[in-house]
């Protein structure tokens, strides 16, 4: 593994994190609580990461990150990844995921199809709970069967989900909605 950096940016939803390499991006954190919280998620995953200034393409990848939080129709698609700690076929789904836009939805039956194995959609969802670059990887997008949310692995689980979609403009509001 190449050595491991990290930051922590300001969102309207939150502190989120980011931690890259050499090759790209290796994780993003979406908001914990604290920033020792979002520390110890990176450390945890990697053991000497540290805490760095971005270099300029992870520090616009930031800006916009930020903008896709705050309503912007802003595309990450093409934010470099470091594919290197994922399967194959994970990395097949996240491509697939990074190909729909903000304000958009796919389910993972429909990835599966794209895939060309259309009883694929359990494992599909298996690689989204998996998937360590949350927002580059829209893994939000993704939805179970009928339109249902499904789960989402990160802090405020379905809740973040919703709140990110609602963002995006890819669910209406419900009159308990608080952002």
């Known amino acids: ?10 969102t309207p939803i939150g502190r989120c994190s980011i931690a890259w390499g050499a090759n ?4 993003v954190g979406l908001p914990e609580p604290t920033d020792l919280r979002a520390e110890v ?4 995953r990697w053991p000497d990461v540290r805490r760095d200034k971005p270099p300029q393409p992870l520090a616009d990848a930031i800006t916009r990150i930020a903008a896709l939080l705050g309503g912007e129709k802003s595309d990450l698609s093409d934010v470099e990844v470091d ?12 491509e697939v995921a990074r190909t729909v836009p903000p304000g958009k939805t796919i389910t993972y039956g429909e990835i599966a199809k794209q895939l060309g194995d259309p009883l694929a959609a359990r494992a599909v969802g298996q690689a989204m709970g998996n ?4 927002l ?6 993704v939805l179970a069967a009928g339109g249902k949310l499904g ?16 963002i995006e403009g890819a669910l209406e509001p419900n009159l308990f909605d608080e952002f």
Not at 24 to 27: E, F, I, L, S
Not at 131 to 134: E, L, V
């Open 136 to 141: 580059v990887v829209p893994c939000h997008r």
């Open 131 to 134: 998937n360590p670059y949350p």
């Open 151 to 166: 789960g989402f692995s990160a802090t405020g689980g379905v809740e973040t989900k919703r709140r990110i979609l609602v």
């Open 24 to 27: 790209g991006v290796v994780g």
């Open 1 to 10: 593994m190449t050595e491991v950096s990290f930051t922590l940016f300001d």
């Open 83 to 94: 594919w290197s700690e994922v399967t194959e076929f994970d990395r097949s789904v996240y």
């Open 41 to 44: 998620r990176m450390r945890r």
